[in-house]
């Protein structure tokens, strides 16, 4: 989605009130200003009121580049919906279902003469009831699910004693929440939106005011509702694979305390001596963290390179030179050095969270680009950037795959590859100097959530945009009527994970190419000519004459608008948007690929 200007009213920290009371506004404008949307169903079947949460939902997820069409069940009728059949419902398909109840839900609860039998038949009655509701959904409509868990009671009958106590409110929701996250631990596509830690968040009392209910039968504050709808469109913009892949961040007075270059590397703020050093230090960590997520650290700072390298080397620096792929440390614009930080990692500048006390180098950034989040911090607020952050859910962790946990050291060996072809007068002897190799072989269960990942995070190098939940994913390749491909490769620096997808459905002599994408971290290597050789092998095999490839435009896959030529195949077709259909005949098909090893 291409934002004429960034919509700071939809961005963490956010003013509840104006949202609620500009909701019909702020639509209006997104709709206005947004260029494509990736379109989705959404069902909302709550346990209570929830027309507030669809409305303001809706502003997020658009905000992320999502229009969404709703299905919302009647009050209180997600039980009957999920279990029973529901035509309406089932004609509506949904992607994604979000089963919004709350502790208001209950159908009862231990008192004080139940014994411990009895309580845990409760607990077992009600856990029974939230899974038969899963169950009968995951059958029906196999797509994700988001639950609720359960917010902390707004009163506690034992007192302090109520959360350990077996008939205590608190101990009873504490021990059916732990049963929903088993649940989410042993089943993939489903999701918790985690109420009981929101709403503590938000302020649990004024979550709960129990006036809402009693006058609207809203299980929860209204002027909490984008609270709740900001965390459940974070859920869903992470499972459509639009979350953030990394972080662009200043140096001085964000990272340390001071300024380096006035200062010296041995009198800047940071360690454990002053409260204010404590503070960096923390955030330092916080960041750092994310690397175990596969979130990359980048550097763009106004400074002589020498002196933020004594930074990163003071001895109290959590972060170190090695914690950052790119590092933009000289007196170019910020802007400039962002968009060449982007560039260099083959990602979009919309991908990058940049961070920075400057509010005058936020503005410019977000300016120049329109839609790159720039988190609100400033100097004198050091104790409050992690909670800025990680509000705001740019991270927000639906999956983690190996090949997560693996980006740092991928990004680490492209860089030393795009160093390597500097050196090389001949482009084809480099590609042959990397010794290359891929796996490409049909879908299988092991690479399922990578490859359902990748088609939803795609956007440059994808031909058609389809997105595909790891349920559909599967659907297919257990599908006779279709051919599937990824490819994994490998090369003398490093694994690149699984990097390209192929889906192709047989109508007749032809094979329908639905989906042909390939990550950014590989351009250029000519594992699109490998992915297109082992595909004519597999059409030989099941006596398919030719191959149908679409490009469908989108703002920001114009890099592929000629892919289809690239490789032969002749155009036949183009339609008044720039929608193109090719053709290409496998019988006169040469193979492409000389420098990559496919291993069969």
Same mark, same amino acid.
């Given at each position: 989605m291409q934002k004429g200007m960034d919509m700071r009213e939809l961005e963490y920290p956010f003013d509840a009130d104006l949202i609620l009371s500009k909701k019909k506004s702020l639509k209006r404008r997104l709709l206005e200003e947004s260029g494509s949307f990736t379109e989705k169903r959404i069902a909302i079947l709550g346990g209570g009121t929830t027309s507030d949460i669809k409305q303001i939902l809706e502003l997020f997820l658009l905000n992320y580049g999502i229009a969404a069409k709703f299905y919302e069940s009647e009050y209180n009728a997600f039980y009957r919906d999920a279990v029973f059949d529901n035509e309406e419902l089932i004609k509506f398909k949904p992607d994604i279902i979000y089963v919004c109840t709350s502790n208001r839900n209950i159908d009862a609860y231990p008192s004080l003469n139940d014994d411990s039998d009895t309580v845990d038949m409760l607990l077992k009655r009600e856990t029974d009831k939230y899974m038969a509701v899963w169950r009968s959904l995951k059958e029906r409509y196999n797509c994700p699910i988001i639950q609720n868990n359960f917010e902390m009671p707004y009163f506690r009958l034992l007192g302090n004693r109520d959360a350990y106590d077996i008939h205590g409110r608190v101990n009873f929701l504490s021990r059916l929440?732990?049963? %929903?996250?088993?649940?989410? !631990?042993?089943?993939? &596509? =489903?999701?918790?939106c985690d109420i009981n830690y929101i709403s503590a968040d938000y302020g649990l009392k004024e979550w709960s005011d129990p006036f809402y209910w009693h006058m609207y039968k809203y299980a929860l504050n209204v002027k909490a509702v984008p609270y709740l709808s900001f965390n459940v469109a974070n859920i869903i913009k992470s499972i459509f694979g639009k979350n953030k892949k990394g972080f662009v961040l200043? *140096?001085?007075n964000t990272l340390w305390g001071g300024v380096i270059g006035d200062d010296g590397a041995e009198n800047i703020v940071i360690g454990p001596e002053e409260s204010e050093g404590q503070a960096y230090t923390e955030f330092q960590k916080y960041l750092k963290a994310h690397e175990d997520l596969g979130i990359i650290l980048n550097i763009d700072s106004k400074n002589d390179?020498?002196?933020?390298?004594?930074? *990163?080397?003071?001895?109290?620096?959590?972060?170190?030179?090695?914690? =950052? +792929?790119v590092i933009k440390a000289n007196w170019e614009p910020k802007d400039k050095n962002f968009k060449?930080?982007?560039?260099? %990692?083959?990602?979009?500048? $919309? #991908?990058?969270? =940049?961070v920075d006390d400057n509010p005058?180098? !936020?503005?410019?950034?977000?300016? #120049?680009?329109?839609?790159?989040?720039?988190?609100? +911090?400033e100097t004198d607020d050091i104790s409050h950037f992690v909670t800025a952050i990680d509000r705001a859910g740019y991270f927000e962790a639906t999956s983690i795959s190996e090949d997560d946990k693996k980006r740092k050291k991928?990004?680490?060996?492209?860089?030393? !590859?795009?160093?390597?072809?500097?050196?090389?007068?001949?482009?084809? &002897?480099? *590609?042959?100097? %990397?010794?290359?190799k891929a796996d490409i072989k049909a879908f299988e269960p092991?690479?399922?959530? !990578?490859?359902a990942q990748l088609t939803n995070k795609s956007n440059q190098f994808n031909l058609t945009t389809k997105r595909m939940t790891q349920d559909e994913i599967e659907k297919v390749s257990a599908d006779d009527t279709y051919i599937t491909l990824y490819g994994k490769l490998t090369d003398k620096f490093g694994d690149n994970g699984v990097v390209s997808v192929v889906i192709g459905h047989i109508i007749g002599d032809a094979l329908d190419i639905e989906l042909w994408l390939m990550s950014c971290r590989v351009l250029k290597r000519d594992m699109e000519y490998a992915m297109l050789d082992t595909l004519v092998k597999r059409a030989k095999e099941k006596g398919i004459d030719k191959f149908l490839g679409h490009y469908y435009p989108t703002a920001k896959n114009?890099?592929?608008?000629?892919?289809?030529?690239?490789?032969? =195949?002749?155009?036949?077709?183009? $339609? #008044?948007?720039?929608?193109t259909s090719w053709e290409l005949s496998v019988k006169d098909h040469k193979d492409k690929n000389t420098v990559i090893c496919v291993e069969e």
């Open positions: 929440n732990a049963n %929903l996250y088993e649940y989410a !631990r042993e089943h993939e &596509d =489903f999701h918790i200043d *140096l001085d390179e020498e002196n933020a390298l004594l930074g *990163l080397d003071h001895p109290d620096s959590v972060l170190k030179k090695d914690d =950052f +792929i060449e930080i982007a560039d260099s %990692l083959s990602l979009l500048p $919309e #991908s990058l969270v =940049f005058a180098e !936020r503005h410019i950034v977000r300016s #120049s680009f329109g839609n790159v989040s720039a988190p609100e +911090i991928m990004y680490e060996d492209n860089a030393k !590859r795009a160093q390597e072809a500097a050196s090389f007068t001949d482009y084809h &002897d480099y *590609l042959i100097s %990397l010794s290359m092991v690479y399922m959530a !990578r490859i114009a890099m592929v608008k000629d892919f289809y030529a690239t490789l032969g =195949f002749k155009k036949i077709k183009e $339609e #008044s948007d720039m929608s």
